[in-house]
Structures are given as C-alpha cells and as structure tokens.
C-alpha cells in the first residue's frame, strides 16, 4: 500500500512540475542575403566579446549543424532585508543561437537558481513560487521568486540586443577577398 502511494505521489509531483512552462526567451531573426557559415563565425565572436571567457561558456560548438550552445550567469543579490542573504548567489542559464542562411534564432532558458543556502531552483513562468515548502514563508518565498524573475527579465533584455548587433555586424572576412 505504502509502495502504490508513493508511485502515485512522485507521478502527481512530475506532473505538476511537468505542466509548468520555463522561463525562455526565443526570436528568429531575418538576415537577408547572409550565409549560415557567415551567420555562425558572428555569433562566434559575439560568444567571445559578451563574455569573459568564451572558452569557459560554450558548451557545444557545431559549424555543420549551425548550433552553438553556452551556459551563462548572472548574479543574484536579493534587494530587500529579509532571510540573512540566504538566496545570494548566480542564476545559470542556457543560451543558444541556431543559423540557416538567411536568418537565425536565439533561446536563452533554463535559468537555475542557486543561493548561499536557499535555492529556488529552475525559473518557470508562474507568478507564484510553485514549489513553496512553509506556509509561513509563502509570502517571502513569492517576493524572492518574482525578484528573481524581475532581475534575469532585466539582465536577458540587455543581452538580446548585443546578440542582434553582433550578428547584424559583418566580419571584415566576409568582405575581402585575400
């Protein structure tokens, strides 16, 4: 009896985690008259210039299938006094630029958040903390997550038009004939 409850309960928690929607953001863009090998050595360099180390971020790097994969970071600082800094720390994420000629399209997702010791995991859509453990730190919990999302929503809309300007930029390779 104890086995089949608790099939149903992780079956009920994977659906409930399952039916959340991860916070993403995606466009395609257009670029007229620019080759997928032209549009993926852009976003190579962009890789390098919006990043420390380039090396260090990209994950995946493949020029036949026109697919570059990184993690990133941005820190997390809580604003407000409240729980010691307990949630200090990064927001990881995943970002990705996929080229065809003609145009290419960018997701950055997966934004994961860790804290000094308390974590509120992976960054959904939800207005509300979906995974709340106390009643009593509910509305707590709710402040930090929407602060999360206000912070990474802030951080992601200043690095889509780096993206858009790196790729819009041609190389100087792509103009000369050597």
């Given at each position: 009896m104890k086995r089949k409850f608790l099939v149903l309960l992780v079956g009920m928690f994977t659906c409930i985690i399952n039916s959340q929607e991860v916070l993403t953001f995606s466009d395609v863009v257009e670029v007229e008259n620019v080759l997928s090998t032209n549009l993926y050595n852009r976003a190579k360099l962009w890789f390098a210039s919006?990043?420390?180390?380039?090396?260090?971020?990209?994950?995946?790097e493949n020029k036949e299938e026109g697919?570059?994969?990184?993690?990133?970071?941005?820190?997390?600082?809580?604003?407000?006094?409240?729980?010691?800094?307990?949630?200090?720390?990064?927001?990881?994420?995943?970002?990705?630029?996929?080229v065809k000629d003609g145009r290419y399209k960018y997701e950055i997702t997966n934004f994961i958040h860790h804290g000094a010791s308390e974590s509120f995991g992976l960054i959904t859509t939800?207005?509300?903390?979906?995974?709340?453990?106390?009643k009593s730190a509910l509305k707590w919990e709710n402040r930090v997550w929407n602060d999360i999302k206000n912070q990474v929503d802030l951080e992601v809309r200043s690095l889509i038009p780096s993206i858009k300007e790196g790729m819009r930029e041609s190389i100087a390779s792509e103009n000369e004939n050597w």
């Open positions: 919006a990043y420390k180390s380039s090396n260090d971020v990209l994950q995946v697919m570059l994969i990184g993690k990133g970071s941005i820190s997390y600082e809580q604003p407000f006094l409240s729980g010691m800094n307990t949630t200090v720390g990064n927001v990881n994420y995943l970002i990705k630029i996929f939800d207005d509300n903390y979906p995974r709340n453990t106390k």
